[in-house]
């Protein structure tokens, strides 16, 4: 490239950036070998377990591109206590940079349990989408009463989509988080112990105002967001935390 354009200062780019660039092409895909040999090991598990659910999708070149998968155990787990369902994915967990999508909930013993997995290319909706669809299928058509997640809006757009009646709800980490950088940590503090100590919506709904009031944060915008919401998001933990009474 240096002779072609007869000087270095005549490149409009440097040579990592033609490194970064043609590694994150590479891995955008699991190609090759490596893609046969996740196959072949998921396949021979469906051999033996007759409820394995295995879907994919490949590329206009072949190459595979989404991956999804549920075993026996995922089956059994999601059909007894898939009411709540938590829907997660990491950012680059693995060398070919594919996000890995959790869906997992909680045990008769507060124990996580997951019911399924998949890799994605994108996170956007419809890849989502897709997950969500293989979990319905592969658990025979149920669908979950309440679904927790982070504020990804394409993770949001896919519930509604797949999941119409479900309860839709932030995770209670997320909550904790926007309260300890907005009202700070002694706030968040309280909150946790309202969380904690009350078990109805109308017992938290009372703790809520005196928790604001205690810190003056009552007319504060982003207090007011929680609040349009807080009676929501406090029966979903409700809901999660007696998950056997659901």
Known sequence: MTNRARSIEEIPYLKNGIGNHLYKHKHEQV??????AVLAYLWGKKDVDLTYHLRYTEDDEGRLENLFWFDKTSHLDYKTFGHVLAF?????????NKKLVMLIGVNHNLKTVTFGCALVVHENEASFIWVLEQLVEAGDGQKPETVVIDRDKA??????????????????????????????????????????????????????????????????????????????????????YFFVGI
């Open 31 to 36: 190609e090759g070998v490596d893609a046969k």
């Open 155 to 240: 993770m949001a757009n896919a519930i509604e989509v797949i999941f119409l009646e479900a309860r839709h709800r932030l995770c209670l980490w997320h909550l904790i988080k926007s309260m300890q950088s907005n009202g700070g940590s002694q706030f968040a503090s309280g909150f946790i112990k309202c969380v904690n100590k009350y078990r109805t919506p109308k017992d938290f709904e009372v703790a809520w105002q005196e928790l604001v009031s205690h810190y003056g944060v009552q007319h504060r915008k982003w207090a007011l967001d929680l609040c349009n919401d807080r009676e929501k998001w406090a029966e979903a933990f409700l809901r999660w």
């Open 88 to 96: 997660d994915s990491t950012y680059k967990c693995n060398e070919y």
